[in-house]
C-alpha cells in the first residue's frame, strides 16, 4: 500500500480500479486512401459527427470563464469551416467522410505553417485536435472503449475539457492526474459534475495497480489499498455522499456559535489558481498566502516586482484579510538558485526566517520592497506574516530590515507603508516567549504553525512513518502549549489564529474554539465542513471542554474520548 499527496480540484471518494488514459491522435489511424460507395451517406455520417462535437463544444461554454469562451467560439467556427469543406471535397472525390477531414486539416497545416505567424500556428494545434476528435466520433472510438472507463478511476498526465466531457458520460467513479490546475476548466467541470478530482505531480506509474483509493477530501491517493483500509474506506465513500451536500450548504455566511460567537474560518492557499475559487468555497479571507510557489522550479529569484506583480493579483482575487507569510524555504523546501549546506536535521536547520536572513539581497529586500508597496495600496487587509521564529534578535533583525528598505523607497519617490506584522508560532521558544517579541517589533498577530510545532514539541519527525502513532496535534502536551500561547497572546492584545493542520481536523475545532481561537484556516476544500461543525457547537460548553482536557487528560484517547461526546451529543455528522 502507498500514500502520495495530491491537490484537491474538485471534492470527493471513490474506490476503484485504475485505468490509464492516454490521448490518441486519430489522424495518424486515418489510411491515405479511402473510397466511398455513397458520398451522401458520408455525409450524413460526418453532419452527425460534426454535430456530437459541437454539442460538447456549446456544453463546455457553460462553464468556461470568461476569457474562455472567445476560444471556444473559435473553435466552433473553424469546426464549421472544416466539416463544410469535407463535404465538399467527398462531393467532388467519393472519399470516406475520415479521410476527407484530414485532407482538409493537412490543407490548413500548410497554409498555417506557410503563414510564419505564431499566433496562427497556435490556431493549428487546436485544429490538429478538433479533426482528431471528429475522426475518432467517425470510427466510434469512444463508444468502443466505454467499457474500459465505465465505474473506473482515470489516471492520466492532463485531461482536456473534450476529454472530460466524453469521459463524464462513460460513468467515471474519478480523475487523478499529474499536471493540472485547480481553476483550470476541467477542474471546474468535475467540481460542476461532482466527479472527485486530484492532481498529484510525483504521482508514480500505476499501470499494474489493481485498486486505488481517491481521497479528494484529504488530498490522498491509496495504490493498492490493505483490505481494513478499503473497508475504512467504504463506510466513508456512503457516508460522504450523504454530507456533501450539506457541507456545501455551510460553505457560505458567517461562521457563529449556538450562543453567538463568531469564528471566521480563513483559507491556506499556495497559488494565485487557489485565489481565484475562495470566494466560490466560502473563505473569509486567506489565513496563509504560501509564497513560495513564486521561488520554487526556477534558476533565479523572483524580483520585487514580480512578487508585487503575483501578490496584488490575489489581492484582487480575494476578499476580506489576506495574511502573506513571507517565503518559508529550506528544509524540504529548497530552491535551485540557492545553495543550502547538507544538514544532519534540515528541519532544524537554516530555513524560514534564519534562510531569510542569510540571504537579505536575494530573498528578504526583494520581498520587503513588495509588500511595502502592497501595504500601501491595500491597507490592513493585507498582512505580513514571519515564518520559523525562534528568538525575538530574530524579530529584531528583520524588523530593521524593513524600515531601512522603506526609508529607501521614500527617499526616491516611492509610496509605501508598515504592513500589519506578525509572527509564526512553529517552535517550543515562539510559543514560551511570545510577550517578548511583542516588546521587539509591533506585531499585532501570530499564527500558530501546528505542524512543525507538534513535532517540536514532542521531539517526533512529522515525515517518519515509524513514529506516527506518537505524532499528533492533539496529544496533551501540544494542547496545554497552545493553551499557554493563547494566554501569553491575551496578555499582550496579540490576536491568535491558527493554520496548520490541527485547523482541520474535527476533533481539534472545538478545543481550539475552547481555548479562544476566532480565526481557523484551512484549505478551501474544507471550509463548508468547519462552519458546518462550528455552528452545532456552543462556546460556554467548549470553554469546559478545553479546561477539562488541559486539566485531566494524560494521553490522545482521552483527548478524543472527550471530544467524541460532545460531537455525538451535538449530532455531528463527518468524514
Given amino acids: 500500500m502507498e500514500k502520495y499527496k495530491g491537490v484537491i480540484a474538485s471534492q470527493g471518494l471513490a474506490i476503484a480500479e485504475p485505468v490509464i488514459y492516454r490521448r490518441v491522435d486519430y489522424l495518424e489511424k486515418t489510411p491515405t486512401t479511402c473510397r466511398a460507395d455513397d458520398p451522401s451517406r458520408e455525409k450524413e455520417r460526418l453532419e452527425n459527427a460534426h454535430r456530437v462535437l459541437n454539442e460538447r463544444l456549446e456544453k463546455l461554454k457553460e462553464t468556461a470563464l470568461d476569457e474562455e469562451k472567445d476560444l471556444i467560439d473559435a473553435e466552433i467556427m473553424m469546426l464549421e469551416t472544416m466539416v463544410m469543406e469535407a463535404e465538399e471535397l467527398i462531393e467532388n472525390t467519393s472519399i470516406c467522410a475520415e479521410l476527407a477531414v484530414k485532407k482538409i486539416y493537412e490543407k490548413y497545416e500548410v497554409l498555417f505553417k506557410e503563414s510564419g505567424s505564431e499566433l496562427i500556428n497556435l490556431r493549428l494545434y487546436d485544429l490538429r485536435d478538433l479533426a482528431s476528435r471528429l475522426i475518432a466520433i467517425l470510427l466510434g472510438a469512444m463508444e468502443k472503449e466505454?467499457?474500459?472507463?465505465?465505474?473506473?478511476?482515470?489516471?492520466?498526465?492532463?485531461?482536456?475539457?473534450?476529454?472530460?466531457?466524453?469521459?463524464?458520460?462513460?460513468?467515471?467513479?474519478?480523475?487523478?492526474?499529474?499536471?493540472?490546475?485547480?481553476?483550470?476548466?476541467?477542474?471546474?467541470?468535475?467540481?460542476?459534475?461532482?466527479?472527485?478530482?486530484?492532481?498529484?505531480?510525483?504521482?508514480?506509474?500505476?499501470?499494474?495497480?489493481?485498486?486505488?483509493?481517491?481521497?479528494?477530501?484529504?488530498?490522498?491517493?491509496?495504490?493498492?489499498?490493505?483490505?481494513?483500509?478499503?473497508?475504512?474506506?467504504?463506510?466513508?465513500?456512503?457516508?460522504?455522499?450523504?454530507?456533501?451536500?450539506?457541507?456545501?450548504?455551510?460553505?457560505?455566511?458567517?461562521?457563529?456559535?449556538?450562543?453567538?460567537?463568531?469564528?471566521?474560518?480563513?483559507?491556506?492557499?499556495?497559488?494565485?489558481?487557489?485565489?481565484?475559487?475562495?470566494?466560490?468555497?466560502?473563505?473569509?479571507?486567506?489565513?496563509?498566502?504560501?509564497?513560495?510557489?513564486?521561488?520554487?522550479?526556477?534558476?533565479?529569484?523572483?524580483?520585487?516586482?514580480?512578487?508585487?506583480?503575483?501578490?496584488?493579483?490575489?489581492?484582487?482575487?480575494?476578499?476580506?484579510?489576506?495574511?502573506?507569510?513571507?517565503?518559508?524555504?529550506?528544509?524540504?523546501?529548497?530552491?535551485?538558485?540557492?545553495?543550502?549546506?547538507?544538514?544532519?536535521?534540515?528541519?532544524?536547520?537554516?530555513?524560514?526566517?534564519?534562510?531569510?536572513?542569510?540571504?537579505?539581497?536575494?530573498?528578504?529586500?526583494?520581498?520587503?520592497?513588495?509588500?511595502?508597496?502592497?501595504?500601501?495600496?491595500?491597507?490592513?487587509?493585507?498582512?505580513?506574516?514571519?515564518?520559523?521564529?525562534?528568538?525575538?534578535?530574530?524579530?529584531?533583525?528583520?524588523?530593521?530590515?524593513?524600515?531601512m528598505v522603506k526609508k529607501t523607497l521614500e527617499e526616491k519617490g516611492e509610496k509605501v507603508s508598515i504592513p500589519v506584522l506578525g509572527i509564526m508560532v512553529e517552535t517550543p521558544a515562539s510559543a514560551k516567549a511570545l510577550d517578548l517579541f511583542k516588546k521587539i517589533a509591533p506585531i499585532s498577530f501570530a499564527s500558530i504553525g501546528s505542524n512543525d510545532l507538534t513535532q517540536y514539541v514532542l521531539a517526533v519527525d512529522r515525515g517518519n512513518q515509524n513514529l506516527n502513532y506518537l505524532y499528533d496535534e492533539l496529544q496533551p502536551p501540544v494542547i496545554r502549549t497552545i493553551k499557554e500561547v493563547i494566554e501569553k497572546a491575551t496578555g499582550t492584545g496579540v490576536e491568535i489564529s491558527i493554520c496548520g493542520e490541527m485547523a482541520n481536523k474535527i476533533h481539534a475545532i472545538p478545543i481550539l474554539i475552547g481555548l479562544g481561537i476566532r480565526k481557523l484556516s484551512v484549505p478551501i476544500s474544507l471550509v463548508g465542513r468547519t462552519k458546518y461543525v462550528i455552528r452545532r457547537l456552543n462556546s460556554s460548553e467548549l470553554f469546559r471542554l478545553a479546561e477539562n482536557i488541559v486539566e485531566e487528560t494524560i494521553t490522545k484517547n482521552q483527548v478524543y474520548e472527550y471530544v467524541n461526546k460532545l460531537l455525538e451529543k451535538h449530532r455531528i455528522e463527518y468524514v
Fill in 146 to 403: 466505454k467499457e474500459l472507463y465505465r465505474g473506473k478511476i482515470v489516471v492520466a498526465d492532463e485531461i482536456y475539457p473534450l476529454d472530460f466531457t466524453a469521459l463524464v458520460k462513460h460513468e467515471i467513479k474519478g480523475i487523478v492526474t499529474r499536471r493540472g490546475g485547480i481553476t483550470s476548466h476541467v477542474a471546474i467541470l468535475a467540481r460542476s459534475y461532482g466527479v472527485p478530482y486530484l492532481i498529484v505531480p510525483g504521482l508514480p506509474d500505476i499501470g499494474k495497480a489493481k485498486l486505488i483509493i481517491l481521497d479528494a477530501i484529504n488530498g490522498l491517493v491509496i495504490i493498492d489499498p490493505d483490505q481494513s483500509t478499503i473497508e475504512q474506506y467504504r463506510e466513508l465513500e456512503e457516508k460522504y455522499a450523504k454530507l456533501r451536500q450539506v457541507y456545501a450548504r455551510e460553505a457560505h455566511g458567517k461562521a457563529s456559535t449556538l450562543d453567538g460567537v463568531e469564528v471566521k474560518v480563513l483559507c491556506n492557499i499556495g497559488s494565485v489558481e487557489e485565489a481565484r475559487i475562495a470566494d466560490e468555497y466560502g473563505c473569509d479571507g486567506v489565513g496563509l498566502l504560501r509564497t513560495e510557489f513564486l521561488y520554487m522550479d526556477r534558476e533565479t529569484p523572483p524580483s520585487d516586482k514580480e512578487i508585487e506583480e503575483s501578490i496584488g493579483h490575489i489581492m484582487e482575487l480575494v476578499k476580506g484579510e489576506v495574511i502573506v507569510r513571507a517565503p518559508d524555504i529550506g528544509a524540504d523546501k529548497p530552491v535551485k538558485f540557492i545553495r543550502i549546506d547538507n544538514e544532519e536535521n534540515p528541519q532544524l536547520g537554516v530555513r524560514g526566517i534564519r534562510l531569510l536572513l542569510k540571504h537579505k539581497d536575494i530573498l528578504l529586500e526583494p520581498f520587503i520592497k513588495a509588500v511595502l508597496r502592497l501595504s500601501h495600496k491595500y491597507g490592513d487587509r493585507l498582512k505580513v506574516m514571519i515564518p520559523m521564529v525562534s528568538l525575538p534578535e530574530e524579530l529584531r533583525e528583520f524588523y530593521d530590515e524593513l524600515i
